[in-house]
């Protein structure tokens, strides 16, 4: 956290960039609504340095423009909801949706798409391993064969 010099404490908070005008207006009309608030910007497109620089210990919480932008970080796996979570960061959103109760039950939510976007990507990675093992032993068969038949 800031310290101002005045004295008082700033809450420093990390910002996920906007993907369009209208999650640009809407990050910049809640942060302009919370002056007690000393933001960094990261870009959208670099969610991964985003996630890296949440567990340094430098920011209180994470702002995200709505509870889809949070879920599309939370699909791509960049930033970790869980170790924010275990690390009591906070998470915002500017723009409350109104099927969240409340910011712990939109981080519960985020964990639980993160953890099965996670599964799935193991298991897409996990076939993407063994079509390739297929089709090389495919292909070295069909190499011995050709080979075969010529000599």
Sequence with gaps: MNQESNGSLQLRYAVRGPLCAEERKLLQAYVSRMPELDVDWFDARDDEELGLALVTGRYRGCIFADAAAATDAAIAGNIKFESMEKRGLELRLA??????????????????????????????????????????????????????IRY
């Design 95 to 148: 723009v409350e949706s109104p099927s969240v109760t409340s910011p712990q039950a939109s981080l519960d939510s985020l964990i639980t798409t993160e953890n099965v976007a996670r599964r799935r990507r193991i298991a897409k990675s996990r076939r993407q391993t063994i079509a390739a093992a297929v089709l090389s032993a495919a292909f070295l068969a069909g190499a011995f064969g050709l080979f075969s």
